[in-house]
């Protein structure tokens, strides 16, 4: 079946990093992938949908300039969080859909747990 | 709007009680229905959906009916079995650009 495959799966650095996250389809092209943040026991808010070829399109909230979104390919989107504070720290989650096949479930990284001190 | 209700958890079962989480929804149309499954410390995985009314649903024993007169996809299983301990959550597509609607999610916790 279609894989996902989301790195780093666990951060932990210092305030003021810059933090790059991969997502990636393995054994499909997704032209939109998109980008979940969740808190502790509660459920996934999604923050922005990634186009491959063109810009992100942020959920209203969301800080462009903070969470940076690139999707060069039709397999890989990366989530950037600039400069990152402790109030950053969560679990972000990617998802992509198969291009290819319509009314298709998105299907889910592992997640990365980010912690910033 | 469209919109995703689940019954509140945690949920909390002995090994091989029958399990039911409710979801009903409100949507334009007849959008397919999924149910998602998030293990501990882990991203989403689709455990099951369903593309049009009458659907039902299912996968590793779950089975889950689009029924479109009560606008609900209420989860079942006969057996539940401890490996079963997650979150699910019930999820409908909103706009054709694939974004989902998610329910607050339920927590399942299956006891020996």
């Known amino acids: 079946g279609a894989v996902v495959s989301q790195h780093p799966s666990r951060v932990i650095c210092k305030s003021g990093t810059s933090v790059k996250i991969e997502c990636r389809s393995l054994d499909f092209q997704a032209t939109t992938m998109f980008w979940y943040r969740q808190f502790p026991k509660q459920s996934l808010m999604l923050m922005a949908t990634s186009n491959e070829g063109s810009k992100a399109t942020y959920e209203q909230g969301v800080e462009k300039d903070k969470f940076l979104i690139n999707h060069a390919s039709l397999t890989l989107s990366t989530l950037t969080v600039t400069s990152a504070h402790p109030e950053d720290s969560s679990f972000y989650i990617c998802s992509a859909r198969d291009r290819q096949i319509s009314n298709q479930p998105q299907h889910f990284g592992d997640g990365t747990r980010l912690s910033i001190l | 709007g469209d919109s995703v209700t689940q019954m509140e958890g945690p949920v909390t079962l002995s090994e091989e009680a029958f399990l039911t989480i409710n979801c009903t929804y409100t949507?334009?149309?007849?959008?397919?229905l999924f149910w998602y499954v998030q293990y501990p410390g882990e991203g989403l995985q689709l455990l099951l959906k369903?593309?049009?009314?009458?659907d039902k649903g299912s996968n590793k024993g779950f089975e889950a009916t689009y029924r479109k007169e009560t606008t609900s996809f209420h989860l079942e299983k006969g057996s539940v079995q401890v490996s079963d301990s997650a979150v699910y959550f019930c999820a409908l597509p909103y706009n054709q650009g694939g974004k989902l609607i998610f329910g607050q999610g339920t927590e399942l916790s299956v006891k020996p």
């Open positions: 369903a593309t049009k009314a009458d």
């Open positions: 949507a334009t149309g007849y959008p397919s």
